[in-house]
Every structure is written in C-alpha cells, then in structure tokens.
C-alpha cells in the first residue's frame, strides 16, 4: 500500500492550497507507530482573514446558483470519495490509527454517503406560501452566510463532510478546522470539493489548535458554528457563538447506557456491545459505555463478551485483517489508562485487557470491567476509549432511573426480545440518538445529535436543514395599506 499523507501544504483556502510557515509547527503522528508522518503549521492571523474573506466571497457565488446546480455538485464529489476511497481510508487510518478494515467502510463512505443525500436535496429547499384572505406570506428559506465547522479527532472525514455537505447544500461557505492530532483528511474533502465544481472559496480548511477555532468563532462575520468535541469544549466554544448571537450545532461527548434484558438474543447481545464500545478503539461519542447487564444473563453475558473479545486482531492497521488499533495519540493512551487504574481502585473486577503492547505507538488491548457500580468514575465520565463496564440491574423501571442518573444524553440501547418493552424502555431514556437491538448505526438519513450535555441541535437528515438555513418572511399586501393617521 501507498502512503499518500504529506499534504500540499497546510491550508486550503479560496481553490487552492496555502501556506503560512509563521504558525506554530504541527507533527501528525502515525498511532500504530508513534512515527511523524507529516507535518502542517498552524493558521496565522493572516491566514484566518484569507479564509473569511475568501468565505465570504465565495458564500456569494455559491448561493446564486440554483439550488440544482448545488446539488449536481456536491453530488460528483460524493462520487470521486468514492472512486478514491482506497486512497482516502489508507490516509484516515495514518491519521487516526483505526484499522483500514473501518475506515475502509466507514469514513470516506460515510462522508459520500452525506454529500449524495444532501446533494439531492439542494433543489428541494423551498420557503412557503401561506394566503391570508387577498393578502399573503411567502417565505425565503435562505443560508446563513459563513458556517465554521470545528471538529474532533476520531472521524475527521465524516465530520468534515456531516458539517460542509449540509452547509453547502444550503448555499452557505464553511471554513473547517479540523483538530490538530488528525489534520490531513479534511484537505482531501477540501480538493475533491473543488475539482467536483464548488466555486473557490465556499470550503476552505484551516489548520490549528483551540485558539484558531477560538478566533473563527469569535469573529463578527461569521454566522454559525458547527462543533464535534467534548463538553467542556463544548461549554467554551456555545458561549463564545453565543456573545455573538450565532447560530450553533453543538456534537458533543456522552456516556451512553446500553440495557440488556436477560430475554435477549445473547450473540445479539455481545454483538451490539462490543460495536458500541471497541469500535474505532472505543474513540466514539455515542458509544455505550454502560453495559447494564440483567442479573440473570449476566454471568454468561460476561463470559461470552470476554471469549469474543479475545479474538480482536490487533496487528497492522494497514492489514484488512486487523480489527483492533491503536489509540489516536499518547495523550489519549494516557488518559486512557489513568480511567483504568481508577476502576481497579474503586473495586472494579477487570475481567481482561488494558496491557501495552510491547510495541511502537499508542496500543492498548480492549477492557471489559464487571461489578461496575454508578458512582464509580468510570460509570460516569466519557472515557473515550476500549473501555467497556458491566452493571447489573434487575428491575425495567430501576434501569431505566439508572441509565438516566447522567449528565449526558447522547444516545442509549435496549437489547430485548419483548416488542413492547423494547419501545416502552425507549421512550423513557433521556437520549438523542437510541437503538434497538443494534448500536452505533448513523445512516445519513436519520437525525445524530444529543439531548442534555451531549449537544444541541442535529446533524444529518432533514433536521439539519435547519440548522443551516433561516427564513425570511415576507408580507405581500394587495389592497390599500392602512395606518391611524
Ligand atoms: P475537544 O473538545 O478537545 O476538541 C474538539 C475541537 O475543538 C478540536 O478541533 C479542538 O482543537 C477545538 N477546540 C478546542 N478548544 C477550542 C476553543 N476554545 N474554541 C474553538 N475550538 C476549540 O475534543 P477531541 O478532539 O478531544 O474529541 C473528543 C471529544 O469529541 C469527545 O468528548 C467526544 O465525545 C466528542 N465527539 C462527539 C461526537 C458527536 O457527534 N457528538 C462525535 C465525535 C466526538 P484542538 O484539538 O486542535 O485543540
């Protein structure tokens, strides 16, 4: 395999690749090897401004032009990530670790499967025309100008397609920031825009750490802020969008419960565990973290998760073979393993995992932890990573108490074979994003987004419409106007 990683340049800014070597240097580092495999600088004050003037002019040509001739664009780039999407998964998995086996199926096609949906849906967006009596109303649906998209490090390329397909459908710009552990994907989405027809300037990615997100949200001509990151980012970055009164879309962490009831399929059961919490090595937000066992399956669920975890191939990324990665970066293994460390001194009984390999780079082999109880830190924060907890539960009404005793409310899980049950557990679980008997699907099509501390607002689907555009309303009076005097 071929390892297509050093980008151009740093930045990608108005059609055409940037560079500002002022900014601070940035290595990206290979996970599975600790290797520097490329390196970018950081956006300066200078790049900042060519990106938001760039926007902001492009933002113009863009939204001239038929909502059609949008989606006939954005729908051609959906079809190059594809035709590259050997290419494109090679350089997620050098950028983020995960295995090609994943990011082959998960992150460029995902990032397609965006641009194809809203693409068809560009020419679609209409206002309205409500009749009151002779007079009427019409409203414009109209984008919202320059849309900054900000994201997280664990799906770089999806994120950076959830955030601009839905923008630019619209006829909005976006400047994207990726986070700097994982810079180089979005550069690719930024090219294959450009060569599919987007009109300089409506997608630019600018490279940095929290600062240069801080600097876009801040700035006074930007009208929304998309972000993918942790709650506390989240906090930060919602107040600063909001001294502005701008539009916001907040993807934040979680720390999901998945409930399973003891009449469930077990294989099932393991299956739908082990997707929503040793996927991308556990580095998802919605992963559920909180495997709530009932008291009667539980022994036999625990054997049988261990037996199939055990099976993980941690090898090569590069190998479709390899089912297990690494971690994204030495912070992340550090943080990891600080989470398992207090598990065990909490009481916690580690049924497996959570050695190093003895190898270069970021690996850790998946955790199952039994006896979780609710207050224990690992029940509570979002670790993200290979971290799974069992608790036992005997009653549907104390699961249910119990996988809401949490700040967050990303999503949730109900393994059962009971129909009503199923739908009855549902609808009481304080979760954006729920499953039942699977975990972790986020087709297109359907609405991502959290409830509580996980998020505000939806990305994918419809609803995202909404959050990319805004109406204007407009009074048409036919007869003769009126006033006191
Ligand atoms: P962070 O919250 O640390 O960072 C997210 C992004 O925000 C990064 O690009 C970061 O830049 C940037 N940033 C940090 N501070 C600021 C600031 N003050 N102003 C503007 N931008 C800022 O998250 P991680 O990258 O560590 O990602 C993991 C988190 O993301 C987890 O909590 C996870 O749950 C969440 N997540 C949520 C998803 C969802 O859809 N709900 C999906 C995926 C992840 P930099 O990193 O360069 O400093």
């Known amino acids: 395999m071929t390892y297509p990683t050093q980008p151009e340049a740093s930045h990608f800014i108005d059609g055409v690749y940037v560079e ?7 290595d990206v580092i290979y996970p599975a090897t600790g290797e520097v495999i490329a390196q970018v600088h950081a956006a300066t004050p200078a790049v900042i401004e060519q990106a938001i003037t760039a926007g902001l002019r492009g933002q113009k040509v863009w939204a001239a032009m038929t909502g059609r001739d949008r989606g006939r664009v954005l729908t051609k780039a959906a079809m190059l990530l594809r035709e590259r999407n050997h290419d494109l998964s090679v350089l997620e998995t050098m950028d983020t670790g995960k295995p090609y086996q994943e990011t082959s199926v998960a992150d460029a096609t995902s990032g397609a499967d965006a641009l194809e949906y809203f693409g068809g849906l560009a020419a679609s967006l209409t206002g309205e025309h409500i009749q009151l009596g002779e007079d009427w109303v019409y409203t414009r649906r109209e984008p919202l100008g320059l849309c900054v998209g900000i994201g997280a490090w664990n799906y770089p390329t999806q994120i950076a397609c959830w955030k601009g397909a839905p923008a630019l459908a619209c006829g909005n710009a976006m400047i994207f920031k990726p986070s700097e552990t994982t810079p180089l994907s979005a550069l690719k989405v930024a090219e294959i825009l450009h060569e599919a027809g987007v009109p300089a300037g409506v997608y630019n990615v600018v490279q940095g750490m929290g600062e240069v997100g801080g600097a876009l949200v801040g700035d006074p001509r930007v009208a929304k802020v998309s972000l993918t990151g942790s709650v506390p980012t989240g906090r930060k ?22 409930v399973i ?41 625990v054997a049988r998760l261990a037996e199939r975890v055990g099976t993980a191939v941690l090898g090569d990324p590069l190998d479709p073979e390899t089912s297990f990665g690494p971690l994204v970066s030495a912070r992340q293994l550090e943080i990891v393993q600080g989470y398992i460390a207090k598990g065990v001194a909490e009481g916690a009984r580690l049924v497996c995992g959570g050695e190093r ?27 993200f990573g290979p971290v799974l907890s069992v608790l036992e539960f005997e009653s549907e009404d104390e699961v249910i108490t119990r996988a809401n005793d949490t700040e967050f409310g990303l999503s949730a899980g109900v393994f059962t074979n009971d129909l009503r049950r199923a739908h009855r557990v549902i609808a009481q679980l304080d979760a954006g994003t729920c499953f039942i008997n699977s975990y972790n699907d986020a087709p297109v099509e359907a609405p991502f987004g959290g409830m509580k501390s996980s998020g505000v607002g939806r990305e994918n689907s419809r609803a995202a419409i909404e959050h990319y555009s805004q109406l204007k309303t407009v009074y048409v009076r036919m007869g003769k106007m009126e006033a006191p005097f």
């Open 20 to 26: 500002d070597t002022d900014g601070a240097l940035i």
């Open 237 to 258: 970055v919602y107040a600063a969008a909001a001294a502005g009164l701008k539009h916001v879309t907040m993807e934040l962490g979680g720390k999901s419960p998945l």
């Open 261 to 301: 009831f003891d009449d469930a399929d077990l294989e099932d059961a393991v299956s739908g565990a082990i997707m929503a919490n040793f996927y991308s090595s556990g580095q998802v937000c919605s992963n559920g973290t909180r495997v709530f066992v009932q008291k009667g399956l539980r022994e036999r669920f």
């Open 357 to 383: 390999l003895d190898r270069p780079g970021y690996w850790l082999t998946p955790v199952i932890f039994d006896g979780v109880s609710d207050d224990m830190t690992i029940a509570r924060e979002e670790i």
